[in-house]
């Protein structure tokens, strides 16, 4: 397994929820920001939402006021809390985290689907 583990992901319907988690499998050195991003088939993987370590959070246009990020500096743990789904949400997400010391360091991905 890679050094950030998601899970959560999973086929919901249209307007359901679904909680995504990503975890680091061993300790990671000077995270400043951890989210997340998703990629659709045949699209470019997009920036979903982010928070730093000083707690300030950044979310795609397309998700604000139905995404909420949320992270434990302590545990270099990060959650998503998907709610009011739609179709377009569908796609693979990737937990990510922007450390000083690695760089960025991904995850293999979580499929979600969002279909009735």
């Known amino acids: 397994q890679g050094q950030l583990v998601e899970s959560g992901g999973g086929l919901v319907q249209p307007g359901g929820s679904l909680r995504l988690s990503c975890a680091a499998s061993r300790i990671i050195f000077s995270i400043v920001t951890m989210g997340w991003y998703r990629q659709a088939p045949g699209k470019q993987r997009e920036l979903v939402a982010t928070m730093s370590s000083g707690g300030l959070r950044n979310y795609a246009d397309s998700v604000k006021g139905r995404f909420t990020i949320s992270r434990d500096n302590a545990k270099n743990t990060v959650s998503l809390q998907m709610n009011s789904l739609k179709p377009d949400d569908t796609a693979v997400y990737y937990c990510?985290?922007?450390?000083?010391?690695?760089?960025?360091?991904w995850g293999q991905g979580t499929q979600v689907t969002v279909s009735s």
């Open positions: 990510n985290a922007r450390s000083t010391y690695y760089g960025d360091i």
